[in-house]
């Protein structure tokens, strides 16, 4: 038997019965991995992403532009008791359904916090998506391959670069990549089903609420992956039979009967308005040209993928020939159905940003590690040892640029940093002389420590010490320092949405011109004046006859475009006499 009927045989085990393992010598090899039992395996999965993610959940502040859009909007939620429509500041926020707000003001509740809940709060609902993936990805791959395989894949997803970002902050993307391969598990267990075998209602219902889930999340992506890798196998097989387990005469009525009452009510609240600005001016306008100076021509995904898929990426590449020698097995035509059709769309879509391709990862990962498990004769190709050895060489480049880093913005050097990252470079050392002499899979082992080590590293202790990249903050400390109770606060020349999650929903933003002006009425009144406003500010007060004078003095990089900042601090005039 060819080893790709192997695989096949593995994939179609479960539904006769039998043990993958009893039928796919080809992943049966005896290792350390291999005597370990699904209960470990899943202990040490969930150790893993945890060790990849919590690093930084707590302490990072939170972060422009996107992550702190959601958050806001969902305190103001928890705040205003509206859970239908919304909003950011006095504007409706129609840009995303309201999946993810859901989720966030959940969140809050159920941990006990109200409205001024901190920013680790709203980022729970991805910290537990992401770790939701992680282990639906190993329950396919038992299904599609074997318990070894599925180990493998799932580590390699929990510990890419692109997962540790996306687990962190309190947006979408981490909770639609759940809801995708959630939907994928269903869609691989109808299409590996036996003619003759009946499904339970609940892989029908799984499907098709993961479907609704990713809908109410953001939008159609999921939906489009799903009908994608249908089209794709059915065409590549000729057969389409086996679509009809979905059941869609059930599972379309479940589907609007979960998204439907949200959809009246916004219709209802809005009118069109939600429509309009969610699919022509957000959906549709990234289709056709780079939205917010996103834009980048095809390939651009396949660039970034080297290095949002850290430490795998690698072996993915490696893996290819095995998938090209095995491209008539169930299991990896189901994985490159899922993975190539999409990312060709996303290749083509105008507007690119390395997490929009999130949803296919899952299938690299099962295809690097299908290709990772499989025995060899003789050694490793020279070839895939390198490409190991540079991934593990650039985990160990990044952690040394993470101190120098934190020296160039902070002008200082704290010793655990330089520690960790001495600590993640003998990692990578380690991983290359594994590579070397023992093989790809050894290194690979060493590569799934350093991941979670360089995270701890970047994550954990250089961004929250690098306090110049976190403006809102330091505005918030600098206001602090004028002793005026309660101000009124403006701030001019730095508008990102930080400001409003930081220094509270009435803190208004404008130019130099409405900064004096705002300064000039009465009250307690504070404002922040950024460096490039600075001149209208000055011009403004001596049409006004005014000549505040500046309390105190803050700086900064704006995080969302690395532009450096200065800002001065006024307070009104009633308020000089206090200490700075």
Not at 37 to 44: E, I, S
Not at 77 to 82: A, K, L, P, Q, R
Not at 292 to 311: M, R, S
Request: a positive charge; glycine letters at 8%; charged letters at 15%.
């Amino acid at each position: 038997m060819e080893r790709h009927d192997a695989i096949g045989t593995a994939a179609m085990s479960e539904a006769i019965g039998a043990p993958p393992e009893a039928l796919s010598p080809s992943h049966a090899a005896p290792s350390r991995a291999a005597d370990m039992t699904t209960g470990w395996r899943l202990l040490l999965l969930i150790a893993l992403v945890l060790a990849s993610l919590l690093p930084g959940f707590f302490s990072i502040p939170v972060v422009d532009r996107d992550e702190t859009r959601y958050a806001q909007a969902s305190r103001q939620m928890v705040e205003s008791g509206d859970y239908v429509v919304p909003r950011l500041g006095e504007a409706n926020r129609f840009k995303k359904p309201i999946g993810i707000y859901w989720l966030q003001v959940a969140a809050v509740k159920l941990t006990g916090h109200g409205a001024d809940a901190p920013i680790w709060v709203f980022r729970l609902p991805s910290l537990a998506a992401a770790l939701l993936a992680v282990l639906l990805t190993f329950a396919i791959g038992r299904r599609l391959f074997d318990e070894r395989t599925a180990f493998y894949a799932a580590a390699l997803l929990g510990t890419c670069l692109v997962l540790a970002v996306e687990g962190r902050l309190a947006k979408t993307d981490a909770a639609q990549l759940a809801a995708a391969v959630a939907g994928q598990l269903a869609l691989a267990r109808f299409y590996l089903a036996s003619a003759q075998e009946r499904l339970r209602l609940g892989w029908v219902l799984l499907f098709w609420g993961a479907m609704a889930a990713a809908i109410l999340i953001k939008g159609p992506i999921v939906p489009m992956l799903a009908a994608l890798t249908a089209v794709t196998l059915a065409l590549w097989d000729r057969r389409a039979a086996w679509l009809k387990r979905l059941r869609p005469a059930i599972g379309l009525p479940f589907l609007l009967l979960l998204v439907l009452p949200w959809l009246i009510a916004i219709a209802v609240q809005a009118g069109p308005a939600f429509f309009h600005e969610s699919v022509s001016v957000d959906l549709l306008s990234k289709v056709a040209k780079g939205q917010e100076f996103h834009g980048a021509p095809p390939g651009a995904h396949f660039a970034a993928f080297w290095v949002a898929f850290w430490p795998g990426a690698a072996l993915v590449a490696i893996a290819v020939p095995w998938v090209w020698a095995n491209r008539t097995s169930p299991a990896v035509r189901f994985c490159v159905a899922w993975l190539v059709p999409f990312w060709i769309v996303f290749e083509l879509i105008a507007t690119k940003l390395p997490h929009y391709t999130l949803p296919a990862y899952p299938a690299l990962a099962l295809l690097a590690a299908g290709g990772l498990t499989t025995p060899r004769a003789g050694r490793d190709p020279l070839w895939a040892r390198l490409l190991v050895a540079v991934a593990a060489i650039g985990g160990g480049l990044t952690a040394i640029a993470g101190p120098v880093l934190l020296y160039l913005l902070e002008q200082r050097l704290p010793l655990l940093p330089l520690a960790v990252a001495a600590l993640v470079v003998l990692m990578a050392g380690y991983a290359v002389r594994q590579a070397f002499v023992s093989g790809v899979a050894a290194a690979v082992r060493v590569l799934l420590v350093e991941a979670p080590a360089l995270y701890l590293l970047l994550f954990g202790l250089v961004a929250p010490q690098a306090n110049r990249l976190w403006i809102a903050p330091r505005l918030e400390a600098a206001i602090a320092r004028v002793a005026c109770p309660g101000p009124q606060v403006m701030v001019a020349g730095f508008s990102e949405p930080s400001v409003m999650f930081v220094l509270g929903q009435d803190a208004q933003t404008g130019d130099g011109v409405k900064a004096a002006d705002f300064l000039a009425q009465p009250g307690c009144r504070v404002v922040v004046v950024a460096d490039h406003q600075q001149q209208l500010f000055d011009i403004r007060n001596q049409v006004l006859g005014r000549s505040p004078t500046v309390a105190t003095t803050t700086n900064g990089i704006n995080s969302a475009n690395s532009r450096r900042l200065s800002f001065n601090v006024y307070v009104s005039p009633e308020q000089k006499g206090s200490q700075p």
